[in-house]
């Protein structure tokens, strides 16, 4: 009985020390050491009005012709004005260009006075990609009539 009794006890103390080794071992919770990353911030920059103006059409029986063209070896962005149906009711023409290099020029044809066929506004140019944004006051209404990215050589009749 003696035997029976230590066999019993080497028995549950078997059982005990393998009850230990046949789960799975977690290591102590440390906490790991953070770095704290900046979120990226976007900063807001306001958007100048005439990137969001949209270009319209002149109404029909105010319709003029105007011929855009950049010169290729001297980078002009000259803007030509043929008239059309609606001469009688062209108040004035402006021409806007951003040059790729940031510079903002914004000039009126014939100063600002009621143009005349013929008359050109010439604007000097990049050899980049210049946008032109062109406004017509017609009857008194400021129509956004073309909005373009010019490249050297092209000719855009309108």
Sequence with gaps: MKYIGLIAILL?????????????????????P???TPEPT???TPVPTSDIDP?????SAQQIYLDLAKDRVYSDITLTYNGGGGEM??????????RSDGQ???????????????????IKGTRGSDRCEVYVTS???RYKVIDETLELGGFYGY
């Design 12 to 32: 549950i103390a078997a059982a005990l020390a393998g009850a230990g080794c046949l789960g799975e071992e977690r290591p102590p919770a440390t906490p790991l």
């Design 34 to 36: 953070t770095t704290a």
């Design 42 to 44: 976007t900063i807001a």
């Design 55 to 59: 270009v319209q059409t002149l109404p």
């Design 89 to 98: 009711f062209t108040n004035s023409i402006e021409m806007r260009v951003t």
């Design 104 to 122: 903002v020029i914004d000039q009126f044809m014939n100063n600002g006075a009621k143009p005349k066929r013929g008359d050109t506004l010439v």
């Design 139 to 141: 009857a008194g209404i």
